[in-house]
């Protein structure tokens, strides 16, 4: 019998390389749309997958929840299954005037403000996407016409420390783009266990808006903010084509 990872609960006979990784496993179902032969696969806590193809290629989708611990979880486990390129597709809060609701952030760079990647090594260690995939991903937005910055995101913890004003104040002034809670335990993680990562931010809140309410509307289905995540998806897809084809 397949022996299945204790918390995805997928084992390695899927035979696929490239993940997917949105936060919220709602969003599988509007990764399924752009995939063919399409098969749910297992949700278990907060790990949602499927299985599919996208020109050609196995996608794998799962959702890995809120945090760095659990997005890490997924890396780690991911990896024992085969998965050797993984790209979040994920929402952030601008914190420059210029990113505005659905443009992605193309991360180039995390500030570790978080725990999880802080457990796997010392904090002065920068965390950085894969080079290659990044690439793969610029070039891809830039084809599709997207509207993207490539810069720093930071990841944190909480929305709800008693000093998010300041502390968003203090990282835009240091020319930060956006903020999310799982890219710098990804990057991290990732390169301590040689797998390609990158990181996809569509962002949901406005520059000085608040936080809690531009989430709601974007549940409620706010407009740009869902073609931002369809632009994310169809970013990461084609970034994993370009990278099969440099294997090629």
């Known amino acids: 019998m397949e022996k299945l990872q204790p918390h995805i609960q997928l084992g390695n006979d899927l035979g696929v390389r490239y993940a997917l990784l949105p936060g919220d496993p709602a969003r599988l179902d509007r990764i399924a749309p752009f995939l063919e ?15 599919g193809e996208y020109k050609g290629i196995p996608v794998l989708a799962i959702s890995t929840g809120i945090g760095g611990a659990s997005a890490g979880i997924a890396v780690e486990e991911l990896r024992q299954i085969g998965v050797e390129a993984m790209i979040r597709i994920g929402s ?40 290659e995939l990044m690439m793969c991903c610029v070039e891809a937005a830039r084809e599709q016409n997207i509207s993207y910055h490539v810069g720093i995101a930071r990841s944190h913890d909480s929305f709800y420390t008693d000093n998010e004003e300041a502390i968003d104040a203090y990282w835009s002034k240091q020319g930060v783009l956006g903020c999310d809670m ?67």
């Open 182 to 248: 799982e890219t710098a335990a990804l990057f991290t993680i990732g390169h301590l266990r040689g797998v390609k990562t990158a990181s996809l931010l569509n962002n949901v809140v406005a520059y000085e808006e608040d936080t809690s309410e531009s989430i709601a509307s974007y549940v409620d289905g706010e407009s740009l903010s869902m073609q931002g995540e369809k632009n994310e998806i169809l970013t990461a897809l084609e970034a994993f084509v370009k990278l099969e084809a440099h294997k090629g």
């Open 37 to 51: 032969n399409v098969q749910e696969l297992k949700f278990n806590r907060e790990y949602r997958s499927l299985r």
């Open 92 to 131: 952030c809060g601008s914190l420059q005037p210029q990113v505005k609701l659905g443009d992605l952030i193309i991360v180039n760079g995390a500030v570790r403000d978080d725990g999880a990647s802080k457990t796997y090594i010392d904090s002065i260690f920068p965390a950085v996407p894969d080079a």
